[in-house]
């Protein structure tokens, strides 16, 4: 985490060094052993391969040890109407995402998990293009 995080100098630009980690480092995978100990926590960090609840999980873990609070959501990707207008919504959209506290902010959702399908984005304020300054107060 230090290592990752090590030209950072706000909270925010420490959450996004995560985020950022993960998303380039790390490649997005089914195919993982099963488990929910220390010992699979460590796999998939050596093996940098796996799916949205392992980099969620990371993730959170990792910024708790830079003291920013957070927590891991579960919910769906954003999906779209069919032609009819009906919502199929399907455990194939099941996701999981990190949220960090930032103090007049709140929680804030970040995406590490890198998703070559195309379920997942980038929430804006987290690419350049679209960064805010948070910082901690």
């Known amino acids: 985490t230090e290592s990752v995080t090590a030209d950072a100098t706000t909270d925010y630009a420490r959450a996004l060094a995560l985020q950022n980690w993960f998303r380039t480092e790390f490649t997005y995978s089914l195919d993982t052993v099963e488990g929910n100990a ?4 460590e796999d998939f960090l050596r093996d940098r391969s796996g799916y949205c609840e392992q980099f969620a999980a990371s993730m959170a ?3 708790r040890t830079l003291d920013i609070p957070s927590r891991v959501q ?4 954003p999906r779209e109407q069919d032609d009819d207008g009906t ?3 399907t455990v194939r959209y099941a996701h999981a995402w990190p949220e960090l506290w930032f103090p007049g902010y709140g929680w804030v ?3 590490p998990t890198p998703r070559a399908d195309g379920t997942v984005t980038l929430p804006i304020y987290t690419t350049p293009a679209g960064r ?4 901690r107060q």
Do not use: D, K, S
């Not at 220390?38 to 926590?41: D, G, K, P, S, V």
């Not at 579960?74 to 990707?77: A, D, K, S, Y």
């Open 38 to 41: 220390t010992e699979a926590l």
């Open 61 to 63: 873990l990792m910024a």
């Open 74 to 77: 579960v919910g769906l990707t």
């Open 87 to 89: 919502w199929v919504v």
């Open 109 to 111: 959702p970040f995406e």
């Open 132 to 135: 805010v300054n948070i910082a």
